[in-house]
């Protein structure tokens, strides 16, 4: 018996792994993130599938679960949102099946940062501008170490992934404008890939107005940073005077 901790991916059926939908498609029990998780993924459960909503459970409800399940000595499908390595929760989950000696396998999924560059056709990285990604959130409920706080992190000029933090993008947009300036490039894209999908492209200075405009104020993903402006440099990989392993330069 093994729990396979699947990432759902962000949305879109379509963009689910091959190992994912294998998976699915033989499940005897699914424990799945409630509303972050589209319906029409659901269906391609077995009919006689036993389904189990995690957003109404706790930690030793799920484990209930995962025990009942080994005891039977039926896998288990736990579904969440995106990815299960970032912010999953995964981690104290994980810690009960080691107590229990259930064996378990992560099966990664497609992020929703990733998934809001594609949307947006951007590049998150660009050469001089942004070699580095910075996935975050802001403090809450959840705390955040100090040196990680938005301020501390907008110093490096990074793009940056802000999760879970829709609702205070104002005050996102005020802390990062100090850093990266009013102008930069901005983007908030909620429920991506879904087909309720809304994104709205701007910058730090108008980004709040937009996304109340829009009353957009949970399940959306912030995207900050130069490199999403379509003026960056573009890389030399392709540039023919460059030259490489698999390539000698071609003379003017």
């Known amino acids: ?146 040196e990680q706080e938005l301020a501390s992190l907008a110093r490096t000029g990074a793009t940056l992934g802000i999760f879970l933090s829709a609702h205070k993008i104002r005050e996102v947009a005020a802390t990062l404008a100090e850093h990266y300036g009013r102008d930069c490039p901005t983007a908030l894209v909620y429920k991506v890939t879904w087909p309720d999908q809304q994104i709205i492209q701007g910058t730090l200075a108008d980004i709040g107005d937009q996304a109340a405009a829009a009353a957009i104020k949970k399940t959306a993903l912030i995207l900050v940073g130069r490199a999403l402006s379509r003026d960056v440099s573009a890389s030399r990989l392709y540039d023919a005077a460059f030259s490489h392993e698999y390539r000698a330069a071609k003379k003017p």
Do not use: W
């Open 1 to 146: 018996m093994k729990v396979y901790f699947v990432g759902a991916g962000p949305g879109d059926p379509d963009l689910v792994t091959v190992k994912a939908q294998r998976l699915l498609k033989k499940s005897h029990v699914c424990v799945y993130a409630g509303s972050l998780i589209n319906p029409d993924l659901l269906s391609l459960l077995p009919h006689d599938c036993e389904k189990h909503d995690s957003a109404a459970l706790d930690l030793e409800e799920i484990t209930a679960i995962f025990r009942d399940a080994r005891d039977r000595d039926i896998d288990v499908v736990r579904l969440h949102s995106g990815d299960p390595s970032i912010y999953g929760a995964i981690r104290e989950q994980m810690n009960e099946l080691d107590r229990l000696g259930i064996h378990y396998e992560v099966v990664p999924g497609v992020s929703s940062f990733q998934a809001a560059a594609a949307v947006l056709a951007a590049e998150l990285t660009a050469p001089e501008v942004a070699q580095t990604i910075i996935l975050t959130r802001t403090s809450g409920r959840t705390h955040v170490p100090a």
